[in-house]
């Protein structure tokens, strides 16, 4: 049998740790510029857009460094993917029936 | 008999039992929340007017709850990252700071439900209050398990530090991606509920 990743070398993780701090303070200054942008008071859709987009950034930051997800192996990505999969249909069918979507009627 | 592949790599997933296990459980813990998000989503675009977040809840407790919650993801990987290291007594450090920073965020949750309590503002007033606590409330819930789990670690689960290190590491490792799990859900939730 292969041995754990545990056996990672020490100065990979002298590494790792040097970026969790920089992700940690890029994320920090994402939820400033989050609550910042908020305060323009823009319309509701770019509102809505620049917000999604922001938490995706730091959704990202969070599941690719910290949950290690940007080294992850195949069998997660493919979990994963199933997930997204589903996840995005289940967002989609209360728009699509608010749109008076075709296919659901 | 011992549990098998705690530690060692199955051939076929490339992975131990425990990181796919946790990675299976986040899947059905996306679709628990990507329900509700789509309740969110249905109730918000189906109403005549839809308040700001802003103008009902407090953002800068918010803010700082944000916050606290990112710095207990630091310091969880941190935890990990203490083990992997063989340095046990930082990992106590930094697990005693995932755990002080989760309590923290309950405190100051606390603060924000008593106050909407105290000014008549209940889960039955209205759809936004509705799906404000349902949204939160689960939030919160999983803060508390993450947190039990983290204690474990900390206390009496250490003991497998001793006898199987790699295999500790490894329990640490995943109770990390729950947390980090319930921060994500949060970073999302944040502008969700409470700047739009």
Redesign the interface.
């Known amino acids: 049998m292969q041995a754990s990743t545990t056996t990672d070398h020490a100065a990979d993780i002298d590494k790792h740790v040097r970026v969790y701090i920089l992700v940690f303070v890029t994320l920090m200054v994402l939820t400033v510029v989050t609550v910042a942008i908020s305060r323009l008071h823009l319309p509701v859709a770019t509102a809505v857009t620049i917000a999604l987009v922001v938490a995706g950034i730091k959704g990202s930051l969070v599941a690719g460094y910290f949950m290690h997800l940007i080294s992850e192996k195949k069998v997660i990505y493919a979990v994963l993917l199933v997930t997204v999969a589903f996840f995005v249909a289940l967002l989609a069918l209360p728009v699509l029936t608010v749109h008076d979507g075709f296919w659901i009627r | 008999m011992d549990i098998p592949y705690t ?3 199955r ?1 076929d ?4 039992n425990g ?2 296990g946790i ?2 459980f986040l ?1 059905s813990e ?2 628990l929340f ?2 509700l ?3 969110y ?2 109730i918000r ?2 109403a005549p007017s839809w308040p700001r977040g ?1 103008t009902i809840l407090n ?1 800068p407790l918010a ?1 700082l709850n ?2 606290v919650l ?2 207990s ?2 310091t ?3 935890a990990w ?1 203490s ?3 063989h340095r046990f007594g930082t990992f106590r450090i930094y697990m005693g700071a995932t755990i002080l920073l989760g309590f923290a965020f309950l405190v100051v949750k606390y603060f924000e439900y008593s106050h909407k309590f105290e000014i008549g503002l209940f889960p039955s007033t209205n759809n936004f209050l509705a799906i404000y606590f349902t949204l939160t409330g689960l939030h919160m819930l999983h803060v508390m398990g993450g947190m039990a789990v983290n204690a474990y670690f900390w206390g009496p689960g250490a003991k497998l530090w001793k006898t199987n ?2 295999w500790f ?2 329990r640490v490792e995943h109770s ?2 729950f947390w ?2 319930v ?2 859900v949060w ?2 939730l ?3 509920l409470y ?2």
Not at chain 2, 13 to 16: A, E, R
């Open positions: 530690v060692e790599i051939r997933t490339g992975l131990n990181k796919i990675w299976l899947a996306v679709m990507g329900a998000f789509a309740s989503i249905l675009t189906g802003d953002v803010t944000t916050m990112i710095s993801s630091v969880m990987v941190m990252a083990l992997k290291r290190p790699e590491t490894n990390g991606l980090h799990f921060d994500l970073i999302f944040f502008p969700t700047l739009l």
